[in-house]
């Protein structure tokens, strides 16, 4: 089983920067320009992460080929094998309350799980992350309600009001840039800037961060694990993709409140690699 703790260095992989914890401080912790980081700004951290991060800019590029339809660059993949995430020379700081941001009621270990039936959520296929363990992250409490989610001890129905599940490779990430560099819109033009994310976990697996546990000395894969508000949502490439579009221009405080509405991350995942 994977602890707390490599998730937590996997929250400094996502987010691009150090993290820490309020229960266990390291130096993060106790630097004056450390950042405070809950559920509800999770996201929006992240996205914001990623327009420094050089490997989420090369699987940007990577997605849009793939979304024009180009030929997968697999260099591109090498490249981001050879450059795994670290962070420890990472400027950023953020820090986290663990009680406040992980709920291990809704941890699971799907690691030896092979599904033989067909499941849905939010009217969506569900493909649940089998070979993965899951933290749950603390999201009941954190929003007006909680239809969004569904309901507990269910298995393999959606119930109404709940939304589908996607999972989070790659977003906005520097998007302005790539996007006049790899791809100009047209009159007809589909794409653009935004968080995107897929129902496939075989599919998010192309553009997840690896790093190795400074704790465990062990090589993992992260991904997030999304409920998605299907009003905000853009279906692309036979709905292998979608796409919540935050337009350029739009302030911090519109961004917040846009992916707030739209995406809502409810579990970590992770994965041992070899």
Known sequence: MIDQDVAIEALGIICNASVSSVQRPHSAGMDSHVQRMSINNFISTMVDSEQTCK??????????NMLQGSKQDDAAGDFAEAH??????????????????????????????QDTETYSRGGEVY???????????????????????????????????????????????????????????????VYGRGIYSTPYIEEAYLYAKSFVSKKTGKTYRVILQNRINPKYREKHNCDKYWLVRIPKGTSDEEEQEMVERAIRPYGLLLKEIN
């Not at 490997?55 to 849009?64: A, C, I, K, T």
């Not at 309901?151 to 790659?170: D, F, I, K, L, N």
Request: charged fraction near 25%.
């Open 55 to 64: 490997v989420s800019g090369l699987y940007f590029s990577r997605l849009l």
């Open 84 to 113: 795994m995430m670290d962070v420890s020379t990472r400027s950023r700081k953020l820090v986290i309350d663990k009680n406040e941001f992980f709920d291990p009621r809704f941890d699971y270990d799907f690691t030896n799980l």
């Open 127 to 189: 493909e649940r992350p089998c070979g993965w363990q899951r933290f749950g992250l603390k999201v009941l409490g954190k929003y007006d309600e909680t239809t969004w989610l569904g309901t507990q001890y269910r298995s393999t129905q959606s119930v109404a009001g709940e939304w589908p599940v996607s999972y989070h490779g790659t977003s906005k990430a520097g998007a302005d840039g790539i996007i006049s560099g790899f791809y100009e819109p047209g009159p007809g033009a």
